[in-house]
């Protein structure tokens, strides 16, 4: 029998699916130091604005920021440093081929713990026109109008 995976969510960019198309989603390991991942436990994290790189057979997270553990003194690295990704190889490749011929970018989505290890979802992305968003906002409304009506009628 499967065991189930304890998962507790850390930090979420949603302004992903705001500006973006997620086509694919994939889930990475992270290599942090010890302060870091004890200021992911306090939830000190912040997704907003970063990005992945994909070069050099490697995936680099770019600009997220991890506040300096408080307690950390001197083992405390740089909040802005860039982390290195763990993932299979054979799917470094692949998402170096869409990166590169389709032009999609990679983007952190979410940040959580499974178990006692850090994970963070990646989306690849296609980034959207102005008037996506404004067709997505117009059938968010939409769906918000009827369902308010469907509640108005059930009393």
Known sequence: MAEKENTKT???????RHEYFVDETFEA???LC???????????????????????GELIVKQMHISPYEHGNIFNRDPMRERRLLMHRRQ????????????????PISLYFKGSRVKMQLGLC??????DKREDAAKRDAKRAIDRAMKESAR
């Open 10 to 16: 850390i930090a979420v960019n949603r302004a992903v």
């Open 29 to 31: 390991g992270i290599e």
């Open 126 to 131: 296609r980034g959207k026109k102005l008037y």
């Open 34 to 56: 010890g302060t870091e991942v004890k200021s992911l436990r306090a939830g000190a994290v912040n997704l907003k604005d970063s990005w992945v790189d994909v070069g050099t």
């Open 92 to 107: 470094i490749h692949y998402l170096f081929g869409k990166v590169k011929q389709q032009g999609c970018t990679l983007i």
